[in-house]
Nanobody, 118 residues
Framework: QVQLVESGGGLVQPGGSLRPSCEAS????????MAWYRQSPGDERELVAT???????SYADSVRGRFTISLDNRKNTVYLQMNDLKPDDLAVYYC????????????WGQGTQVTVSS
């Protein structure tokens, strides 16, 4: 059984920063990639950023240059450094894990709220 535990969300003023993290635990033989998704009220869940076990990253256009995703393979923990936060970044942020071959199982965290407001 695999669990993803997120922390580090919260309330921040526009222009501020947050650094949520997500630790994966349980029977994980290897990681293919981890990612952060977000869902704002009334919207569909969207991909924010992803990182492979080899360190390759990709970002949504809306966050590129402001957010940085990183993965600590030893701790099975993914981080999302969020700078210059904007009101449009308000959402529940979900951690995503896809395990390595051959299983390629997918797991989700419970979500952490990020609120950007003055």
């Amino acid at each position: 059984q695999v669990q993803l535990v997120e922390s580090g969300g919260g309330l921040v003023q526009p222009g501020g920063s947050l650094r949520p993290s997500c630790e994966a635990s349980g029977r994980i033989r290897s990681i293919h990639n981890m990612a952060w998704y977000r869902q704002s009220p009334g919207d569909e869940r969207e991909l924010v950023a992803t990182v492979t076990s080899g360190g390759a990253t990709s970002y949504a256009d809306s966050v590129r240059g402001r957010f940085t995703i990183s993965l600590d393979n030893r701790k099975n923990t993914v981080y999302l450094q969020m700078n210059d936060l904007k009101p449009d970044d308000l959402a529940v942020y979900y951690c995503y894990l896809r395990t390595g071959s051959p299983y390629l199982n997918v797991y989700w965290g419970q979500g952490t709220q990020v609120t950007v407001s003055s």
